[in-house]
């Protein structure tokens, strides 16, 4: 008997479209569901069994917004999505975006907006986690993804924030730096476990880190960064080694030094984290960690498509996606100096 998938390759449309046109839904042109019967016709699909489809519409709603409500030009979450976008293509669901503006009057809900469209399945990222509507659509009874951030009884996919940030304060402790500053970004899961991952390691290897060394600055906010670093720089005793809460944020940071006519990494030492490509390619090359977005998009897809195909079987789980280490050329090796 003919699938979804064999009318949808006819017909040169994507399975969700497919799904869409013969369960007669309103998002698609006369001349496609035309198309579509047609072929099914041909193929020998029952349209008299379309109802056993009817709960499946292939389309996954994707709820995403960053900090600075401008979606895609944040590296890490526009990495994440690429991500998850291609597998789930690959796999013939659509890409459905929820409306995430405050701003529009009378908007609907999150949970009104995916029922709408009649989603399978929705992946939450870089949001307002504890807003009241996002609260209501993970208690819905729609499979969910979260990205970076854990509810109870959902799925969740993470990057390893403690492990990079233990991974990355070995590194600089390696390098003979004891007086290490750490400016981290807005309260959030990923944030907590930065924090923790820097002061497990700094206590491990008997650093003591003065409460002014460790500020918090908005993440992405090259502004804030600026006047953070400008203040550890003024300290009496100021720190040989800085870590930013993003490799974006850091070049606020390099921008301070070098204004004092300071030299990175021969008189401050700075270290980011996300592994943004731009600044891979700048000399210095940034010290950072690498997170696995291509890892992390694919897994969240995976686990939702799981939820949605097969939810009896699929277990609600928080995985952690570990990053590398890129050393890059901004941390001075203070063991050879003393030499």
């Not at 006369?30 to 109802?51: D, F, H, P, Q």
């Not at 003591?208 to 502004?223: F, I, S």
């Amino acid at each position: 008997m003919a699938s979804l998938k064999d009318i949808s390759l006819k017909c040169g449309v994507s399975i969700a479209t497919v799904s869409k046109a013969i369960n007669f839904r309103e998002d698609v042109s006369e001349e496609t569901r035309e198309m579509v019967l047609k072929a099914a016709r041909e193929l020998g699909y029952s349209l008299t069994a379309r109802t056993l489809n009817a709960t499946r519409t292939y389309s996954i709603g994707v709820l995403f917004v960053d900090e600075a409500n401008s979606g895609f030009t944040h590296d890490y979450f526009s990495g994440v999505l690429d991500s998850f976008k291609r597998t789930v293509e690959d796999k013939g669901y659509d890409i459905t975006f929820i409306n995430c503006s405050t701003k529009q009057p009378n908007r609907s809900t999150y949970l009104e907006q995916c029922r709408r469209h009649g989603v399978d399945g929705v992946v939450l990222a870089s949001i307002d986690f504890d807003a009241p509507e996002v609260r209501e659509l993970v208690a819905s009874d729609l499979p969910i993804v979260t990205i970076d951030h854990v509810f109870d009884n959902r799925v969740s996919i993470m990057s390893d924030n403690v492990g990079g940030m233990t991974e990355l304060m070995e590194y600089v402790v390696s390098k003979g730096h004891r007086r290490i500053a750490y400016l981290y970004g807005n309260q959030s899961a990923v944030t907590s476990g930065r924090i923790a991952g820097f002061y497990r390691t700094a206590e491990r290897f008997g650093i003591t880190v003065p409460d002014e060394y460790v500020m918090q600055v908005p993440y992405r906010n090259v502004e804030a960064t600026y006047m953070a670093t400008e203040t550890l720089l003024g300290l009496r005793t100021p720190p040989t080694c800085i870590l930013f809460s993003d490799d974006f944020a850091a070049m606020g940071g390099l921008n301070a030094i070098r204004a004092r006519g300071l030299s990175v990494p021969d008189d401050v030492s700075v270290a980011g984290f996300d592994g943004m490509r731009a600044l891979q390619y700048l000399e210095p090359k940034l010290c950072t960690i690498v997170q696995d977005t291509e890892n992390i998009g694919i897994l969240a897809a995976k686990k939702l498509m799981a939820l949605i195909e097969a939810p009896k079987t699929t277990i609600v789980e928080q995985i952690k996606v570990p990053g590398k280490l890129s050393e890059g050329h901004t941390i001075c090796d203070l063991t050879k100096k003393k030499k």
